[in-house]
């Protein structure tokens, strides 16, 4: 017995993972942007709000989390609506004073009984505030520089008025605790392969395959070769940039039919769902005014192409689906 303690607590010990992120436990003030916290990289935000309270922090990405991607959860207070932006602030020669911002993205859960999270995203080197507040707080106090209206937000049903029942950290009597958790993952940036501002110069990416890089042209073109095999599967194809970027795609057939353009959303991603080429090569064409960012682009395969189901591209009369009526169709939307 006492020989299978000897080898039993160390290997118990190795098999619990060890827990890499940095805990960081808000500190008071921190409602205006020369009191926010600072921060950087992974970490575990904790902290409190009751009344007109709101938590500011700065975090800043360096060029080397620049070449990451990252990941946000919200725990909210409990009873609460609970907000939480990225904001980038723009200052005054002094570097002091606020002379203006822009939000970049919001996340917030309704009562706290479940997370918000948002995967993968990309950002830019520099300084972001991450701004909480809840439902209790008062907006247009100008207290802070990333105040969210919280009656303009909407994450579901809108929480209790204060009075009407239990208090809650929204009612202002009570404070209620929150989590922040900001994870890392891997991404790898690529040797910048040249200008290719034309379908001719277009990078080849296989299926399945995705390539990312620090893109300095306005333009810059990517290719898809599908076998015949490749023709038998539905495919998704997907670019991401920096949260705040502006980029727009448009996907070509071989014979340069255009098929389907988008832009990017507040997250910096675009997708082309579901799609289902023909055995040949597909074009995407990238385009911004300011570029001088991180693209990643790729593809994916989503499942086998079945008849009976819708088949995109078909938002054009020259791609639209043939329909066999002694069968059922499925489509999405």
């Given at each position: 017995?006492?020989?299978?303690?000897?080898?039993?607590?160390p290997?118990?010990?190795?098999?619990?993972?060890?827990?890499?992120?940095?805990?960081h436990?808000?500190s008071?003030?921190?409602?205006?942007?020369?009191?926010?916290?600072?921060?950087?990289?992974?970490?575990?935000l904790?902290?409190?709000?009751?009344?007109s309270?709101?938590?500011?922090?700065?975090?800043?990405?360096?060029?080397?989390?620049?070449?990451?991607?990252?990941?946000?959860?919200?725990?909210?207070?409990?009873?609460?609506?609970?907000?939480?932006?990225?904001?980038?602030?723009?200052?005054?020669?002094?570097?002091?004073?606020?002379?203006g911002?822009?939000?970049?993205?919001?996340?917030?859960?309704r009562?706290?009984?479940?997370?918000?999270?948002?995967?993968g995203?990309?950002?830019?080197?520099?300084?972001?505030?991450l701004g909480?507040a809840?439902?209790?707080?008062?907006?247009?106090?100008?207290?802070?520089?990333?105040?969210?209206?919280?009656?303009?937000?909407?994450?579901g049903?809108?929480?209790?008025?204060?009075?009407?029942?239990?208090?809650?950290?929204?009612?202002g009597?009570?404070?209620?605790a929150?989590?922040?958790?900001?994870h890392?993952?891997?991404?790898?940036?690529?040797k910048?392969p040249?200008?290719?501002?034309?379908?001719?110069?277009?990078?080849?990416?296989?299926?399945?395959?995705?390539?990312?890089?620090?893109?300095?042209?306005?333009?810059a073109?990517?290719?898809?070769?599908?076998?015949?095999?490749?023709?038998?599967?539905?495919?998704?194809?997907?670019?991401?940039?920096?949260?705040?970027?502006?980029?727009?795609?448009?996907?070509?057939?071989?014979?340069?039919q255009?098929l389907?353009?988008?832009?990017?959303?507040?997250e910096g991603?675009?997708r082309?769902?579901s799609?289902?080429?023909?055995?040949?090569?597909?074009?995407?064409?990238?385009?911004?005014?300011?570029?001088?960012?991180?693209?990643?682009?790729?593809?994916?395969?989503?499942?086998?192409?079945?008849?009976?189901?819708?088949?995109?591209?078909?938002?054009?009369?020259?791609?639209?689906?043939?329909?066999?009526?002694?069968?059922?169709?499925?489509?999405?939307?």
């Amino acid at each position: 017995m006492i020989h299978i303690r000897r080898f039993f607590i160390p290997l118990l010990l190795a098999a619990i993972p060890a827990w890499a992120d940095v805990a960081h436990f808000e500190s008071e003030p921190n409602n205006k942007p020369d009191e926010f916290n600072h921060i950087s990289g992974a970490v575990t935000l904790y902290g409190s709000m009751v009344g007109s309270d709101q938590d500011g922090f700065i975090w800043t990405v360096s060029d080397e989390d620049a070449r990451k991607r990252w990941s946000f959860e919200l725990h909210g207070i409990p009873g609460a609506l609970t907000i939480a932006q990225v904001v980038r602030l723009e200052y005054a020669d002094n570097g002091v004073d606020v002379v203006g911002k822009t939000t970049l993205m919001k996340m917030g859960t309704r009562d706290g009984s479940r997370p918000s999270i948002h995967e993968g995203l990309i950002f830019e080197p520099g300084e972001y505030v991450l701004g909480k507040a809840s439902s209790g707080s008062k907006s247009g106090n100008g207290a802070g520089a990333f105040r969210p209206p919280v009656g303009s937000l909407s994450f579901g049903e809108e929480p209790e008025a204060p009075g009407t029942g239990s208090e809650t950290a929204g009612s202002g009597n009570q404070a209620g605790a929150y989590r922040f958790l900001i994870h890392e993952q891997s991404m790898s940036v690529r040797k910048y392969p040249g200008p290719r501002r034309s379908k001719e110069k277009a990078y080849g990416i296989r299926p399945g395959g995705e390539f990312a890089i620090y893109e300095t042209e306005q333009t810059a073109w990517y290719s898809f070769k599908f076998s015949e095999k490749d023709a038998n599967s539905r495919w998704d194809i997907r670019v991401q940039v920096p949260v705040g970027r502006k980029l727009r795609g448009v996907l070509y057939a071989e014979d340069g039919q255009k098929l389907l353009e988008s832009s990017v959303d507040k997250e910096g991603r675009l997708r082309f769902p579901s799609l289902a080429p023909p055995a040949g090569t597909w074009y995407l064409e990238l385009s911004t005014k300011q570029p001088g960012f991180v693209h990643h682009v790729g593809s994916a395969e989503t499942g086998a192409r079945v008849a009976g189901q819708e088949a995109e591209p078909n938002n054009m009369t020259k791609l639209a689906n043939q329909v066999d009526f002694s069968q059922s169709l499925t489509g999405l939307l």
